[in-house]
Protein backbone atom coordinates (compact mmCIF):
# COMPACT_ATOMS: atom_id res chain seq x y z
CA UNK A 1 0.00 0.00 0.00
CA UNK A 2 2.68 2.76 0.95
CA UNK A 3 4.58 1.79 -2.81
CA UNK A 4 2.00 4.23 -4.28
CA UNK A 5 0.28 5.93 -1.52
CA UNK A 6 1.49 8.10 1.49
CA UNK A 7 -0.74 7.92 4.84
CA UNK A 8 -1.65 11.66 5.97
CA UNK A 9 -1.54 12.14 9.69
CA UNK A 10 -5.61 11.44 9.33
CA UNK A 11 -5.12 8.22 8.71
CA UNK A 12 -6.00 8.56 5.09
CA UNK A 13 -4.41 7.30 1.85
CA UNK A 14 -3.28 9.52 -0.57
CA UNK A 15 -1.71 8.69 -3.70
CA UNK A 16 1.60 10.02 -4.49
CA UNK A 17 0.34 11.11 -8.10
CA UNK A 18 0.80 14.53 -10.03
CA UNK A 19 -2.42 14.84 -12.32
CA UNK A 20 -0.94 17.82 -14.84
CA UNK A 21 -2.33 19.57 -17.67
CA UNK A 22 -2.51 23.29 -19.34
CA UNK A 23 -5.73 23.56 -19.51
CA UNK A 24 -7.81 23.09 -16.70
CA UNK A 25 -10.97 21.15 -18.13
CA UNK A 26 -9.55 17.78 -17.48
CA UNK A 27 -8.29 18.12 -14.18
CA UNK A 28 -11.75 20.12 -13.14
CA UNK A 29 -13.48 16.63 -14.25
CA UNK A 30 -11.08 15.07 -11.28
CA UNK A 31 -11.64 17.73 -8.73
CA UNK A 32 -15.55 17.32 -9.45
CA UNK A 33 -15.73 13.60 -10.01
CA UNK A 34 -16.63 9.99 -7.80
CA UNK A 35 -13.01 9.85 -6.08
CA UNK A 36 -12.06 13.87 -5.70
CA UNK A 37 -12.28 12.80 -2.07
CA UNK A 38 -9.15 10.45 -2.50
CA UNK A 39 -6.65 12.84 -3.75
CA UNK A 40 -4.95 16.19 -2.42
CA UNK A 41 -6.25 18.80 -4.15
CA UNK A 42 -2.61 20.68 -4.08
CA UNK A 43 -1.48 17.65 -6.31
CA UNK A 44 -3.85 18.14 -8.94
CA UNK A 45 -2.31 21.07 -11.15
CA UNK A 46 -4.02 22.97 -13.99
CA UNK A 47 -2.96 26.02 -15.86
CA UNK A 48 -5.70 28.42 -17.71
CA UNK A 49 -4.62 27.91 -21.46
CA UNK A 50 -3.85 24.69 -23.41
CA UNK A 51 -1.13 24.01 -25.36
CA UNK A 52 -3.13 23.99 -28.79
CA UNK A 53 -1.51 21.00 -30.14
CA UNK A 54 1.82 22.18 -29.90
CA UNK A 55 4.46 21.20 -28.58
CA UNK A 56 6.69 24.59 -28.41
CA UNK A 57 3.73 26.13 -26.56
CA UNK A 58 3.78 23.44 -23.97
CA UNK A 59 7.63 23.29 -23.56
CA UNK A 60 8.54 26.75 -23.85
CA UNK A 61 5.93 29.25 -23.39
CA UNK A 62 2.73 28.32 -21.63
CA UNK A 63 4.48 25.14 -20.21
CA UNK A 64 7.60 27.31 -18.58
CA UNK A 65 4.65 29.10 -16.43
CA UNK A 66 3.78 26.03 -14.63
CA UNK A 67 6.79 23.88 -14.15
CA UNK A 68 7.85 25.60 -10.68
CA UNK A 69 4.42 25.17 -9.02
CA UNK A 70 4.90 21.00 -10.99
CA UNK A 71 8.62 21.14 -9.20
CA UNK A 72 7.49 22.22 -5.76
CA UNK A 73 4.76 19.48 -5.72
CA UNK A 74 6.97 17.18 -7.02
CA UNK A 75 9.60 17.48 -4.02
CA UNK A 76 6.94 17.47 -1.82
CA UNK A 77 5.67 14.51 -2.60
CA UNK A 78 9.52 12.48 -2.92
CA UNK A 79 9.58 14.22 0.84
CA UNK A 80 7.41 11.79 1.61
CA UNK A 81 8.94 9.08 0.51
CA UNK A 82 11.57 6.65 3.15
CA UNK A 83 13.17 5.14 0.05
CA UNK A 84 12.47 7.14 -3.55
CA UNK A 85 13.03 4.45 -6.20
CA UNK A 86 11.89 6.57 -9.66
CA UNK A 87 9.14 8.08 -11.43
CA UNK A 88 6.53 7.00 -13.78
CA UNK A 89 5.46 9.33 -16.17
CA UNK A 90 2.05 8.62 -18.51
CA UNK A 91 1.84 11.02 -21.61
CA UNK A 92 0.82 10.90 -24.87
CA UNK A 93 3.50 11.80 -27.67
CA UNK A 94 0.91 13.63 -29.66
CA UNK A 95 -0.62 16.24 -28.40
CA UNK A 96 0.88 19.48 -26.93
CA UNK A 97 1.27 19.27 -23.33
CA UNK A 98 2.02 15.02 -23.55
CA UNK A 99 4.41 16.34 -25.33
CA UNK A 100 5.76 19.52 -24.97
CA UNK A 101 5.64 19.92 -21.12
CA UNK A 102 6.42 16.55 -20.65
CA UNK A 103 9.75 16.50 -22.42
CA UNK A 104 10.30 19.87 -20.10
CA UNK A 105 9.59 17.73 -16.95
CA UNK A 106 11.75 15.13 -18.03
CA UNK A 107 14.98 17.80 -17.97
CA UNK A 108 13.77 19.11 -14.89
CA UNK A 109 13.45 15.96 -12.78
CA UNK A 110 16.85 14.71 -14.58
CA UNK A 111 18.27 17.69 -13.21
CA UNK A 112 17.34 17.36 -9.79
CA UNK A 113 16.85 13.69 -9.29
CA UNK A 114 19.65 12.68 -11.57
CA UNK A 115 20.01 9.17 -10.35
CA UNK A 116 16.22 8.09 -10.51
CA UNK A 117 14.76 6.36 -12.67
CA UNK A 118 12.43 7.42 -14.68
CA UNK A 119 10.02 4.98 -16.69
CA UNK A 120 7.74 6.41 -19.55
CA UNK A 121 4.17 5.02 -20.14
CA UNK A 122 3.83 6.85 -23.10
CA UNK A 123 0.69 6.66 -25.95
CA UNK A 124 1.76 6.91 -29.75
CA UNK A 125 0.49 7.99 -32.73
CA UNK A 126 -1.13 5.27 -34.44
CA UNK A 127 -0.66 4.49 -38.42
CA UNK A 128 -4.19 5.04 -39.36
CA UNK A 129 -5.77 6.90 -36.55
CA UNK A 130 -4.87 10.23 -36.31
CA UNK A 131 -6.81 13.27 -34.40
CA UNK A 132 -4.25 15.78 -34.63
CA UNK A 133 -2.51 17.33 -37.91
CA UNK A 134 1.30 18.22 -36.34
CA UNK A 135 1.36 14.54 -34.74
CA UNK A 136 4.58 13.76 -36.69
CA UNK A 137 6.26 16.66 -35.27
CA UNK A 138 5.33 16.44 -31.59
CA UNK A 139 6.10 13.18 -31.44
CA UNK A 140 9.76 13.20 -33.10
CA UNK A 141 10.21 16.79 -30.41
CA UNK A 142 9.53 14.39 -27.67
CA UNK A 143 11.14 11.45 -28.59
CA UNK A 144 14.03 13.65 -28.62
CA UNK A 145 13.52 13.85 -24.48
CA UNK A 146 12.63 10.57 -24.31
CA UNK A 147 15.99 8.83 -25.75
CA UNK A 148 17.92 11.07 -23.32
CA UNK A 149 16.03 11.30 -20.33
CA UNK A 150 13.80 8.20 -19.86
CA UNK A 151 15.47 5.13 -18.13
CA UNK A 152 12.44 2.96 -19.99
CA UNK A 153 9.37 3.51 -22.20
CA UNK A 154 6.47 1.30 -22.66
CA UNK A 155 4.92 2.50 -25.55
CA UNK A 156 0.59 2.23 -26.65
CA UNK A 157 -0.57 2.73 -29.75
CA UNK A 158 -3.95 3.55 -29.74
CA UNK A 159 -4.85 1.69 -32.76
CA UNK A 160 -3.29 -1.31 -31.38
CA UNK A 161 -5.28 -1.26 -27.80
CA UNK A 162 -8.41 -0.20 -30.32
CA UNK A 163 -8.14 -3.50 -32.01
CA UNK A 164 -7.68 -5.15 -28.98
CA UNK A 165 -10.75 -4.60 -27.41
CA UNK A 166 -12.62 -4.66 -30.74
CA UNK A 167 -11.77 -8.25 -31.43
CA UNK A 168 -10.05 -10.00 -28.56
CA UNK A 169 -12.48 -8.59 -26.17
CA UNK A 170 -15.77 -8.24 -28.43
CA UNK A 171 -16.26 -4.42 -27.84
CA UNK A 172 -18.00 -2.93 -30.75
CA UNK A 173 -17.26 0.71 -30.58
CA UNK A 174 -14.73 1.12 -27.81
CA UNK A 175 -14.67 4.22 -25.92
CA UNK A 176 -11.11 5.78 -24.01
CA UNK A 177 -12.64 4.31 -20.74
CA UNK A 178 -12.01 0.95 -22.20
CA UNK A 179 -8.81 1.71 -23.90
CA UNK A 180 -7.45 3.28 -20.99
CA UNK A 181 -8.86 0.13 -18.47
CA UNK A 182 -6.41 -1.44 -20.83
CA UNK A 183 -3.38 -0.01 -20.35
CA UNK A 184 -4.24 0.63 -16.58
CA UNK A 185 -4.24 -3.40 -16.47
CA UNK A 186 -0.35 -3.66 -18.32
CA UNK A 187 0.92 -0.61 -16.05
CA UNK A 188 -0.53 -3.57 -13.29
CA UNK A 189 1.17 -6.27 -13.36
CA UNK A 190 4.10 -4.47 -14.36
CA UNK A 191 4.19 -3.13 -10.59
CA UNK A 192 2.66 -5.86 -8.84
CA UNK A 193 5.91 -7.08 -7.80
CA UNK A 194 7.05 -3.88 -6.27
CA UNK A 195 3.56 -3.70 -4.03
CA UNK A 196 2.86 -7.57 -3.17
CA UNK A 197 4.94 -10.24 -1.89
CA UNK A 198 5.98 -13.07 -4.52
CA UNK A 199 7.99 -16.27 -4.83
CA UNK A 200 10.23 -14.56 -7.84
CA UNK A 201 9.82 -11.11 -7.53
CA UNK A 202 11.49 -8.27 -9.35
CA UNK A 203 11.55 -4.53 -9.10
CA UNK A 204 11.95 -1.66 -11.85
CA UNK A 205 16.10 -1.61 -11.39
CA UNK A 206 15.92 -4.99 -11.84
CA UNK A 207 13.39 -5.45 -14.89
CA UNK A 208 15.35 -2.40 -16.73
CA UNK A 209 18.58 -4.49 -16.04
CA UNK A 210 17.71 -7.04 -18.33
CA UNK A 211 15.41 -5.29 -20.62
CA UNK A 212 17.70 -2.24 -21.72
CA UNK A 213 21.10 -4.15 -23.09
CA UNK A 214 22.43 -0.44 -24.22
CA UNK A 215 21.13 3.02 -23.02
CA UNK A 216 18.88 4.11 -26.34
CA UNK A 217 17.62 1.01 -26.91
CA UNK A 218 15.13 1.06 -23.79
CA UNK A 219 11.85 0.90 -25.78
CA UNK A 220 10.34 -2.75 -24.93
CA UNK A 221 6.83 -3.97 -26.58
CA UNK A 222 4.29 -4.86 -23.96
CA UNK A 223 2.10 -8.16 -24.54
CA UNK A 224 -0.79 -9.42 -22.31
CA UNK A 225 -2.54 -12.56 -22.13
CA UNK A 226 -5.84 -13.92 -21.90
CA UNK A 227 -7.29 -11.47 -23.33
CA UNK A 228 -10.68 -12.76 -24.16
CA UNK A 229 -14.08 -11.53 -23.41
CA UNK A 230 -15.97 -12.32 -20.42
CA UNK A 231 -18.51 -14.28 -23.02
CA UNK A 232 -15.25 -16.10 -24.36
CA UNK A 233 -14.01 -17.07 -21.27
CA UNK A 234 -13.45 -20.94 -20.81
CA UNK A 235 -11.38 -21.80 -17.83
CA UNK A 236 -7.96 -21.24 -16.50
CA UNK A 237 -4.80 -21.81 -18.62
CA UNK A 238 -1.75 -23.55 -18.36
CA UNK A 239 1.96 -21.59 -18.32
CA UNK A 240 2.60 -22.35 -21.85
CA UNK A 241 -0.87 -21.34 -23.10
CA UNK A 242 -0.28 -17.53 -21.82
CA UNK A 243 3.08 -17.57 -22.51
CA UNK A 244 2.44 -18.76 -26.34
CA UNK A 245 -0.14 -16.34 -26.65
CA UNK A 246 1.79 -13.61 -25.25
CA UNK A 247 3.95 -14.07 -28.34
CA UNK A 248 1.18 -13.37 -30.50
CA UNK A 249 1.25 -10.34 -32.25
CA UNK A 250 -2.86 -9.76 -31.82
CA UNK A 251 -1.81 -9.04 -28.20
CA UNK A 252 0.60 -6.43 -28.48
CA UNK A 253 -0.39 -3.16 -26.98
CA UNK A 254 1.80 -1.39 -30.37
CA UNK A 255 1.52 -2.58 -34.15
CA UNK A 256 4.46 -4.00 -35.49
CA UNK A 257 5.48 -7.64 -36.11
CA UNK A 258 8.18 -9.34 -34.26
CA UNK A 259 8.46 -12.10 -37.00
CA UNK A 260 10.32 -9.22 -38.95
CA UNK A 261 12.97 -8.83 -36.14
CA UNK A 262 15.06 -9.97 -33.41
CA UNK A 263 14.43 -10.14 -29.70
CA UNK A 264 17.17 -8.74 -27.90
CA UNK A 265 15.80 -9.48 -24.10
CA UNK A 266 12.10 -10.67 -22.73
CA UNK A 267 11.05 -10.24 -19.31
CA UNK A 268 7.75 -12.62 -18.22
CA UNK A 269 5.91 -11.34 -15.52
CA UNK A 270 3.53 -14.07 -14.28
CA UNK A 271 0.25 -13.26 -12.04
CA UNK A 272 -1.78 -16.12 -10.02
CA UNK A 273 -0.87 -19.75 -8.95
CA UNK A 274 2.28 -20.96 -10.97
CA UNK A 275 5.16 -23.32 -10.77
CA UNK A 276 8.42 -22.39 -11.59
CA UNK A 277 9.42 -25.85 -13.19
CA UNK A 278 6.32 -25.41 -14.80
CA UNK A 279 7.61 -22.02 -16.43
CA UNK A 280 11.15 -23.67 -16.69
CA UNK A 281 9.52 -26.23 -19.12
CA UNK A 282 7.43 -23.57 -21.00
CA UNK A 283 10.17 -20.96 -21.95
CA UNK A 284 12.33 -23.85 -23.18
CA UNK A 285 9.47 -25.31 -25.51
CA UNK A 286 9.45 -20.80 -26.65
CA UNK A 287 13.05 -21.45 -26.87
CA UNK A 288 12.70 -24.12 -29.90
CA UNK A 289 10.25 -22.08 -32.39
CA UNK A 290 11.57 -20.71 -35.34
CA UNK A 291 9.12 -17.54 -34.99
CA UNK A 292 10.83 -16.34 -31.40
CA UNK A 293 14.44 -15.41 -32.94
CA UNK A 294 17.19 -13.93 -30.94
CA UNK A 295 20.23 -11.75 -31.68
CA UNK A 296 23.10 -13.80 -31.28
CA UNK A 297 25.29 -12.05 -28.75
CA UNK A 298 22.53 -12.93 -26.18
CA UNK A 299 22.26 -16.40 -25.73
CA UNK A 300 20.02 -16.50 -22.71
CA UNK A 301 17.06 -14.06 -23.59
CA UNK A 302 14.87 -14.47 -20.76
CA UNK A 303 13.81 -13.13 -17.51
CA UNK A 304 10.96 -14.48 -14.68
CA UNK A 305 8.93 -12.87 -12.23
CA UNK A 306 6.29 -14.73 -10.52
CA UNK A 307 3.74 -12.85 -8.34
CA UNK A 308 1.09 -15.25 -6.48
CA UNK A 309 -1.22 -12.38 -6.56
CA UNK A 310 -3.93 -12.65 -9.01
CA UNK A 311 -4.92 -9.80 -11.00
CA UNK A 312 -7.84 -7.63 -10.52
CA UNK A 313 -9.91 -6.14 -12.56
CA UNK A 314 -12.65 -3.41 -12.61
CA UNK A 315 -16.47 -4.61 -11.42
CA UNK A 316 -18.56 -4.89 -14.47
CA UNK A 317 -15.08 -4.85 -16.71
CA UNK A 318 -14.56 -5.96 -19.89
CA UNK A 319 -12.73 -8.91 -19.17
CA UNK A 320 -14.03 -11.71 -16.87
CA UNK A 321 -12.05 -12.11 -13.41
CA UNK A 322 -9.26 -14.99 -13.89
CA UNK A 323 -6.69 -15.82 -11.67
CA UNK A 324 -3.55 -16.58 -13.65
CA UNK A 325 -1.94 -13.79 -16.16
CA UNK A 326 1.10 -13.09 -17.92
CA UNK A 327 2.89 -10.04 -19.26
CA UNK A 328 5.43 -10.17 -21.86
CA UNK A 329 7.83 -7.25 -21.94
CA UNK A 330 10.29 -8.05 -25.27
CA UNK A 331 12.80 -5.93 -26.72
CA UNK A 332 12.38 -6.17 -30.40
CA UNK A 333 14.14 -5.11 -33.13
CA UNK A 334 10.55 -4.55 -35.19
CA UNK A 335 9.24 -1.81 -33.11
CA UNK A 336 11.71 0.18 -35.79
CA UNK A 337 9.01 0.15 -38.43
CA UNK A 338 6.87 2.39 -35.94
CA UNK A 339 9.67 5.21 -36.28
CA UNK A 340 9.82 4.64 -39.86
CA UNK A 341 6.84 5.69 -40.54
CA UNK A 342 6.44 8.25 -38.30
CA UNK A 343 9.66 9.71 -40.11
CA UNK A 344 7.99 9.34 -43.50
CA UNK A 345 4.92 11.71 -42.15
CA UNK A 346 7.50 13.98 -40.45
CA UNK A 347 9.29 14.17 -43.89
CA UNK A 348 6.05 14.63 -45.89
CA UNK A 349 5.24 17.86 -43.54
CA UNK A 350 8.67 19.54 -43.23
CA UNK A 351 9.81 18.86 -46.74
CA UNK A 352 6.91 21.78 -47.23
CA UNK A 353 7.61 23.69 -43.75
CA UNK A 354 4.31 22.85 -43.18
CA UNK A 355 2.38 23.90 -40.20
CA UNK A 356 6.47 25.34 -38.89
CA UNK A 357 5.31 28.67 -38.58
CA UNK A 358 3.22 27.96 -35.64
CA UNK A 359 5.88 26.26 -33.81
CA UNK A 360 9.20 29.34 -34.57
CA UNK A 361 6.29 31.91 -33.16
CA UNK A 362 6.40 29.76 -29.83
CA UNK A 363 10.30 30.63 -29.26
CA UNK A 364 11.73 26.87 -31.55
CA UNK A 365 14.03 26.96 -34.02
CA UNK A 366 14.15 25.53 -37.86
CA UNK A 367 17.53 23.53 -36.46
CA UNK A 368 15.90 21.86 -33.88
CA UNK A 369 13.38 19.94 -36.51
CA UNK A 370 17.05 18.72 -37.64
CA UNK A 371 18.33 17.79 -34.80
CA UNK A 372 15.28 15.72 -33.77
CA UNK A 373 14.84 14.35 -37.00
CA UNK A 374 18.30 12.95 -36.96
CA UNK A 375 17.36 11.86 -33.23
CA UNK A 376 15.14 9.44 -34.33
CA UNK A 377 17.29 8.19 -37.42
CA UNK A 378 19.90 7.70 -34.99
CA UNK A 379 17.86 5.24 -33.35
CA UNK A 380 16.37 3.34 -35.53
CA UNK A 381 20.20 2.86 -36.56
CA UNK A 382 20.61 1.81 -33.15
CA UNK A 383 18.13 -0.73 -33.19
CA UNK A 384 19.38 -2.00 -36.31
CA UNK A 385 22.80 -2.39 -35.40
CA UNK A 386 21.73 -4.07 -32.21
CA UNK A 387 19.80 -6.85 -34.13
CA UNK A 388 22.76 -7.70 -36.76
CA UNK A 389 20.36 -5.35 -39.29
CA UNK A 390 23.37 -4.11 -41.99
CA UNK A 391 20.77 -1.83 -43.64
CA UNK A 392 20.18 1.39 -40.68
CA UNK A 393 17.93 3.93 -41.55
CA UNK A 394 14.65 5.33 -42.54
CA UNK A 395 14.16 6.89 -45.21
CA UNK A 396 15.72 9.86 -47.15
CA UNK A 397 15.98 12.38 -44.64
CA UNK A 398 19.08 15.10 -45.27
CA UNK A 399 19.75 18.43 -44.32
CA UNK A 400 20.85 19.04 -47.79
CA UNK A 401 17.29 18.41 -49.31
CA UNK A 402 15.60 21.03 -47.53
Not at 332 to 358: C, G, P, Q, Y
Amino acid sequence: MNTFYHEADSGQFVPRALFIDLEPSVIDQIRRGHYCNLYNPNQLISGKEDASNNYARGHYTVGSLLIDDVMDQTRKIVEQCNCLQGFLIYHSFGGGTGSGFTSLYLTKLTVDYLKKDKVECGVYPSSKISSVMVEPYNTIHTSQASMEYASCSFLFDNEAIYNICQFNLDIERPSYTNLNRLISLIISSTTASIRFAGELNIDLNELQTNLVPFPLIHYPISSYAPLKSRSGYTGDLTSEDLTLECFQKSNQMIECDPLNGRYMACCLLYRGDFLPNDITRTIEHIKELNSVKFVEWCPTGFKVGINSQPPVFVPEGDMTKINRSALLLANNTSITSTWIRLNEKFDRMFAKRAFVHWYIGEGMEEGEFFEAREGLETLVKEYNEAGGVNEGGSGNFDNKEY
